[in-house]
DNA sequence: GATGAATGAGTGTTCATTCAT
DNA sequence: AATGAATGAACACTCATTCAT
């Protein structure tokens, strides 16, 4: 079982597959390529797969657990620093600052698998995988800006704020995308990331100051 | 040529296949669906259409156009204000409003199509419109940081500085995406779009302070 | 529409069909196969007909059509003159046999389409259609034994008459199942009818009798 | 070789292969679905089994040579009795009644193999075992014609005799059939029977006295 | 202007079977 | 006695496109 031989046939189907689905997209994707390409048949393909999307769940899979783990891991802890908050407080940009640098971190060692995902999922089970994620942030992002604005209660939040919080945690998540599909390096995203969240912070103190 | 009947048949077929790509999306819209929907035989729309990515300029091209053109009018009468502008003056956010309003306005009342360019052009000549008209407001935004900063030249802004205003102009782009697709009116879009603006202006600032 | 040169090719195509489904049986039979011997592209096949099934249907139903149109006609005629019938009356055997004449020729009419429908249609569509004619029979048969018996009431019918009625009714339309895949010609058929009428009424009788 | 623990794997393979092919037909089964629902290797199977008509086999193969052999002593039995006949002799329905009784409670002992043998067996090499089964009971037939109708000696039978004859062989197998398809329990199946065989009897009168 | 027919390469997927270990 | 891996041909079906009429 799980040989070195079904590994490196598993390993050669999964590199073929990055390569055509980086190439293509994942619906123009042809299994057949990717088999040719892997120097295996289509029924060898589909004892270690189940089906296309299983496939590219193989693929992008992996790095996108490791993505959600850490961001489940940094969005409980800031939850719990909340408690401890008093209004007029002073937000802990170290620590959001850390914790972006880790998922930079993350993406770039994943690169090629990140940028399949957000740009070539099209027809796959992994489609609304960033919408997914920015509804994720938008609940966390209801906490933060409850506590800076001094509410009380979530439900005296006026449509025109979840609106407004919502398109900033679908910003705070494009932040990420962009870093990664305009950045040749983590080194160099990395470098980017503090003037991005310069903007960030200074479109939160817009909109607060406005409201 | 071109008289009520023929024009009649295009009609259908534009209407069938603006449907059809709005379901399903480019690349698994079916022209035999269109056809059939439309009561039209697949001969007839190769006599109006060159191919498949021609019927969808069919359907999106007339909307962008006019986005377009407004876009370009805003900004070459943007570009002769500059001219009189001296560093540490105001920037003037009622026009900058004013051509948003505009567009938001352009962007409903043609909401299925540009939804459809948005969000369901992949695999269509068309599948990186965003990314080519946030380019295009890209010149647009240097000359903003420009001023705003106060340099002399252009050449003097730095690789930071550029990568900055790069995602600044996605970022406005991206205002207008949302806007789309998450009111459903325009009446409620251009409710939302003060608080957008709030946000943009506010991560200027936190940009230029920082920088 | 319908022109000459497309009638040719769904004839060759139904003729090809005809002669893998004889030959293979439904599940079998290779869309691939019938189109290489009909000279025609797969495509080409799919213009005519929906799937596989509708191709079996071109085939057979058709025929299938024309003996149950047939049936239903001689089931309404015969229910009518039961409205007449006294108990211990005769029963009208040339009538009978008049209807299992024309049936007999039906099924001579289209022997091949039939015994496609009789032991090749597993898997398809069709692949009940005995039991159903025979469960359309049986309808017809609860009505002539209880006039036979002198039921006043359907609801009188035991069990086991329920029972044998049931096997009368199938075994009915296994004597034309029979003759159609025993009998090389319509003539021997008709030929050998007489023998199997005597049979099937020997049994009504063994049963009425025994009752 | 032979240990409890092939002992085991084969018995679980021929279970789920039962189960596979009562639910789905010879055709239609998969060897995987088999071997998964079993627990074992597709490679377990073809040690035991040399293909899959032979897994089929395995399924249904005793029952059937059981009920082979019981029709073989009964007829043998009879062909003995048969020459201590004299024409016009009454036949002796008993024997042939308990005979019956016999078969059915060997098809009903086997009831799930019985019923795949008559209606999932397409595909097989035993899709034809009733038509098989039917033509040996064939010859036990004309010697009951023969005895029935006086005759001196078989070469008498015209072609119509020998049709009819043929059929009625098929119809008692037909009747085994619909008992053990329409029949839960071996209980019912013999209270029908009576019923069954007093259409069979009035059968053959109907004929004897018509030819 | 438009039809109906046809192309032919392509799709993802399943299958019974084999075999080195 | 049994495994896990692999084969390779086959499957039904869909597609955008073409073209004589």
Redesign the pocket.
Same mark, same amino acid.
């Given at each position: 079982?799980? *040989?070195d031989?079904?590994?490196?046939? /598993?390993e050669k189907l999964l590199a073929s597959a990055k390569k055509e689905f980086s190439e293509k997209g994942y619906?123009?994707?042809?299994?057949? *390529?990717i088999c040719k390409e892997a120097? /295996?048949?289509?029924?060898?393909?589909?004892?270690?797969f189940?089906?296309?999307?299983d496939?590219f769940k193989g693929v992008v899979g992996g790095p996108l657990l490791e993505l959600r783990n850490n961001l489940a891991k940094h969005m409980s802890a800031e939850l719990e620093e909340l408690d401890s908050y008093t209004p007029g407080m002073k937000v802990n940009l170290e620590d959001d600052m850390a914790a972006a640098t880790e998922a930079v971190k993350i993406l770039f060692k994943h690169k090629e698998e990140f940028e399949i995902l957000i740009t070539k999922a099209q027809g796959s089970s992994f489609e609304n995988v960033i919408d997914d994620i920015a509804d994720m942030m938008n609940k966390h992002y209801i906490d933060m800006f409850w506590n800076m604005k001094g509410y009380k209660s979530k439900k005296q939040m006026t449509k025109e704020d979840k609106f407004i919080v919502h398109w900033m945690a679908h910003d705070q998540v494009d932040i990420f995308v962009h870093l990664l599909t305009h950045c040749k390096t983590e080194k160099e995203a990395l470098k980017q990331l503090k003037g991005m969240f310069s903007y960030i912070i200074g479109g939160w103190f817009g909109v607060i100051n406005n409201t």
């Open positions: 079982m799980g *040989n031989n079904s590994r490196e046939t /598993v619906m123009k994707a042809s299994l057949r *390529n120097g /295996v048949t289509t029924g060898a393909l589909y004892f270690f189940k089906d296309k999307d496939l």
